[in-house]
């Protein structure tokens, strides 16, 4: 309770907050004085998404206690907006592009107003050397540090920006259309949401990677105070199985666990403490089975099956021309395997939404999401509803990168919104996001390749295989993608291509950026660039050899006749690397 | 130690393409779009696709402005929200520039089916004839017979004409054959060329990329400054895959659960980077564009690794390329892994 008043100053007006002084100076902003402008990620003080200006200085606030800033002035995005108009840096920012899904944006800006408060004129490393504190998922950086020096001249020439009037219209470099809410601190995402008498949820995840579920104990939690509702399994009205490709996911798992981070039961409760503690308080048996984590292993016979239908989720194939044919006309032919990592999407903003009960006994559900439509056909399944009494809106979202494309607290969201016919909110953590979310798949690729003394490639043999993790997502999707384009951008006469996606106890593998193909273009790439170097060959002539051109064909037989400007963009960085093929140097 | 610093130090170039269908593979991808022109001239755009800040809203907006020849201030875009907007279908696979943006051209193609025939007779010049631009109708061959855009609005409701349009596109494909995996599975490409320039310190096997050099044909950039923006986000977020980031999991368990044990790029890892645009009009795509989200990010890592072999004359086979492993590999005297066999 309340046992402390916190005087400070924020955009230069007194406050005064009764809390208790350990309370991180975010939440005070955000939730006691309504600042939402402030945007909580890491919430380690690593990503600089909360800076906020202390005494000028840009300081994360999602690790300082209100009780520190005592008697000092607090400077947030909604404090360097007069009113309704951006200033120059906002300006900056949204003129030269710096600003993309604007998770990152208001603490940017705010490092970057510190840095120009102090040095006017500041050098580029100068502004990457103050921004290095703030990460940014979706820019790139470039154009930050463009805007940071372009709002050092705006600040400089003081006069005030000479926006005429935008006629801009198809081929024009123009700024976004969301690009002012976003640098102002004003665009509203999931988190930001708050309506009267909303309620918190939280889910209890397994802790095991594999085992049977023999019992779920709720008694305890059900009577705690401050609970609305605890549900497992047996409370879902609906289809307790989702999955974009397959349904093959569980809502709450009721008969086993797939990996650490399957959702079991749900709580919501008035403050989101109480939810975390009613979750504590769940005691789930298990009865643990054997584990898989090796997709090699797991698609070997005689393993334990992760879901009935086996451990080989998809196997696809491809077929062009004849590779064995293929490789006994090759000059030389390179056999290698390569690997590539599980990888985080991270974007800024962490899964999150709110769900309200509508008056028509439907469900609307406010969520950071990349297909609002498909999130409202699994919550219909899942609810029993019709698809018309679910209505799904998305919020300015904080990046994606594929992530957002699964279904993460929408189902759970709006499954207590019905039940407690309250407002619901749940916002991921980082290490929700790590844990439970899905992930970029790792691939294990062996690559053969056969290919005349000229350089032309004239075989290719090729098998991936995907690890999935514990449920199929996306991973369809990626089996199949890779496939076209495990070759890359070249025309083949003769390839073999074997593709495996496998279930394993690994965290899912889903969407992200490229479906697979960053993953076997590096492959496909160090392949073919050793090749060249085997051959003696300059890997830019090695390209222009076999990169495909308006009348080759693909991986699929597809002849490519229009729209083809791979040998045009080879050539533009090559001249812009002052690389060119005959290049003696390597 | 012999030599100085700089030859501990290690630069090398290296290339990688890409190739990518737009849109999903082998399958239909359709996308809607609502579009409304109130009576003062202002335009409603309800589309399905979802803006997750690579700036499909700002494309979307400037595809309708262009189609209806109205300035972008005109145009008020509402997009993904089910109780407003059709289905876009999902915000991946590179896709709403093309397969949105048509679904909104093609509905204010609806709109401008009535819109020229009402301008015809208002104007009394062949619709064929007729240009839209600035806000304003008029006969191309002699511009100084216009109507403007928001009196054409009127006429049209005083008509009993209301000017709504809908439109949705799905991209044109051959499905894959199952046994040999042969077809046509997308209409689109984009293309992609990037070359990295990397320094290798080779006593402590950190890397640094110093530059990168990036062309793609986008069929037509609709928003140069969202193509570059792409661009430039995707080639940090492959650097971040070839030299930083790995998810960890341990028995089932995810180890790296916070930023100081999973590593994103920041701004110092930031090469200076320069992107070049080539345009090759795709011809199903709105006024020529095909996509680059993914695209941007595709060749990146594999750009790096090239360099990096470049420099130290050997390939690391295994993403995330960490100082150890380029450490362990000038160590070794051969990369070889041994397992150089069929899986």
Redesign the interface.
């Known amino acids: 309770m309340p046992d402390f008043k916190v005087r400070f100053w924020v955009n230069e007006k007194p406050v005064a907050v009764e809390t208790s002084p350990s309370r991180f100076l975010i939440d005070v902003l955000r939730e006691e004085l309504g600042l939402t402008g402030t945007k909580k990620s ?1 919430g ?1 003080g ?2 600089g998404a909360c800076t906020v200006l202390l005494n000028g200085e840009a300081v994360p606030s999602c690790i300082i206690p209100v009780g520190r800033v005592e008697g000092k002035y607090v400077t947030t995005i909604e404090g360097i907006s007069q009113g309704e108009s951006t200033n120059p840096i906002q300006e900056a920012f949204i003129e030269a ?1 710096a600003v ?4 990152c944006t208001p603490g940017m800006i705010l490092s970057a107003t510190a840095l120009l408060n102090k040095n006017p004129h500041p050098t580029r490393q100068e502004v ?2 103050a ?15 463009d805007a940071v020096l372009l709002a050092a001249e705006k600040v400089s020439r003081e006069g005030s920006s000479d926006q005429s ?14 690009s002012s809410p976003k640098a102002t601190g004003k665009a509203v995402y999931a988190g930001d949401i708050n309506f009267p008498g909303m309620i918190y949820a939280a889910v209890l995840r397994s802790e ?3 085992a049977l579920i023999t019992g779920v104990d709720t008694s305890c939690a059900q009577k705690m105070n401050d609970v609305e509702a605890v549900m497992t399994a047996a409370n879902i009205p609906g289809r307790n199985l989702f999955g974009l490709i397959i349904k093959d996911q569980p809502v709450l798992a009721h008969d086993k666990v797939r ?3 399957d959702a079991v039961a749900l709580v919501a409760a008035r403050t989101p403490a109480a939810a975390n503690e009613a979750i504590s308080q769940i005691k789930v048996s298990y009865q643990e089975l054997p ?1 898989l ?1 090796n997709p ?1 292993e797991a698609m070997a016979e005689g393993q334990v099956k992760i879901h009935e239908s086996g451990n080989i989720l998809l196997h ?5 021309g004849d590779v064995t044919q293929g490789f006994s006309e090759a000059d030389i032919v390179y ?10 999407h ?2 800024l903003e962490w899964e999150a939404g709110v769900a309200l009960p509508t008056l028509d006994g439907g469900v ?1 559900v406010y969520v950071s ?6 999130d ?1 056909s699994e919550i219909a399944a899942c609810l029993n509803l019709r698809e018309s009494k ?5 919020t300015v ?6 992530v ?2 699964d279904i993460s607290v929408q189902c759970h969201l709006a499954l207590l919104a019905l039940k407690t016919r309250k407002p619901v909110k749940m916002v991921y953590s ?2 929700d996001h ?2 439970v979310s899905t ?2 798949h790792p691939i ?1 690729m ?1 690559y053969k390749m056969g290919a005349k003394r000229d350089g032309r490639i004239v075989a290719a043999e090729i ?1 991936l ?1 995907s690890d999935t993790g514990a449920y199929a997502s996306y991973g369809p ?1 990626v089996v ?2 890779v ?3 495990c070759t ?3 025309s083949i006469p003769n390839i073999k ?1 074997d593709s495996y996606g496998v279930y394993t ?3 899912p593998s889903g ?1 992200m ?3 697979g ?3 076997v ?2 492959a ?3 392949h073919i ?2 090749l060249g170097r085997q051959l003696g060959i300059d ?2 002539q090695m ?1 222009l050899i076999n ?2 051109a308006p009348g080759r064909d ?5 002849v ?1 006749t ?5 040998q ?3 050539k ?3 001249e ?2 002052k ?1 060119s093929p005959t290049d003696a140097g ?1 | 130690m012999p030599g100085g610093e700089f030859d501990m130090k290690k630069i090398g ?9 737009i849109g ?3 399958a239909v991808n359709p996308a809607a779009a609502f579009v409304e022109v109130l009576t003062d001239g202002s335009v409603k755009v309800l589309a ?1 696709a ?6 499909s ?2 494309v979307l ?3 309708a ?2 189609t209806l020849g109205v ?3 005109d145009v008020h ?1 509402v ?5 407003m907007t059709p ?7 590179s896709r709403q520039t093309y397969v949105s943006g048509n679904a909104v051209r093609l509905a204010c193609k609806e709109i401008l089916t009535v819109l020229s025939e009402v301008a015809e007779r208002m104007l009394g010049i062949d619709k064929e004839l007729l240009a839209f631009k ?1 806000g304003k109708i008029y006969c191309q061959s002699y511009p100084k017979k216009m109507v403007e855009f928001k009196e054409l609005v009127n006429r049209c409701r005083a008509e009993g004409r209301l000017l709504v349009g809908s439109g949705y596109f799905t991209p044109p494909f ?1 499905p ?1 054959d ?9 209409k ?2 984009s ?5 990295a ?1 990397v320094e290798v310190d080779i006593l402590t096997g950190k890397v640094q990329v110093l ?1 990168v ?5 986008v ?8 193509v ?2 792409q ?8 650097i ?3 030299l930083l ?3 960890v ?1 341990k ?4 180890i ?5 044990n ?1 590593l ?1 790029p ?3 890892d ?1 090469p200076e ?2 992107v ?1 645009i ?6 199903t ?1 709105p ?2 564009a ?1 996509g680059v ?2 695209p941007a ?7 790096v ?2 360099a990096i ?2 420099a130290i004359g050997i ?1 690391i ?4 390329i960490t100082p150890e492993k380029i450490l362990a590999a000038l160590n070794s005297k051969d990369n070889e ?1 041994g ?5």
Request: hydrophobic share 35%; aromatic share 8%.
């Open positions: 890491c380690e690593e990503c592009g993309q899904c604007g998770y990457k050397q921004l290095s504190g703030n990460i940014c998922r979706c820019t790139g950086y470039k154009k930050i540090i009037g935008y006629n801009y219209l198809v081929g024009a470099r123009i700024p976004r259309v969301d095991h990677p594999h990996y650490v981070g584990v984590f090699i696809r194939r491809l077929c062009k056999e290698k395997r390569y690997s590539t990592q599980r990888v985080a991270c974007p609307e999401t990349q297909n609002p439509h498909y409202r679910v209505i799904v809106r998305q979202t904080g990046g994606g990168f594929g957002k494309l980082f290490e790590m844990k992930k970029r294990e062996y098998k295989i999707s199949n993608r496939v076209s384009h890359g951008a070249y291509v106890n690994n965290t969407a950026r490229g479906f193909v960053p993953q273009t590096f496909c790439e160090s660039d050793a890997p830019i390209r990169a495909l693909t991986s699929t037989g597809q490519l229009e729209s083809v400007g791979l045009e963009a080879i533009a960085v090559c812009a690397a690389w390597r | 170039k290296g290339i990688a393409l890409v190739c990518f269908g999903n593979t082998g399905g979802a803006d997750i800040g690579q700036g809203n700002t907006a400037q595809i402005a262009e300035n972008m201030e875009i997009t993904a929200d089910t109780s289905d876009g279908g999902a915000t991946s696979a600035n051959t894959l199952l046994e040999n995996g042969q077809g046509a599975p997308f689109a490409y293309f992609g060329a990037q070359v320039e530059r050099w990036a062309a793609y044909d069929g037509k950039a609709i928003n140069p400054l969202g570059e923006g661009v430039e986000g995707g080639v940090i977020m492959g971040g895959q070839a980031e790995e998810v999991i028995n089932g368990v995810t790296t659960d916070s930023f100081s999973y994103l920041t701004c110092l930031a980077t320069n070049y080539v345009e090759s009009h795709e011809p795509g006024f020529g095909k989200g993914e990010l595709v060749p990146a890592p594999a750009a690794a090239n072999a470049d390939y086979d295994e993403l995330p892994r397992h150089e066999k069929m899986i």
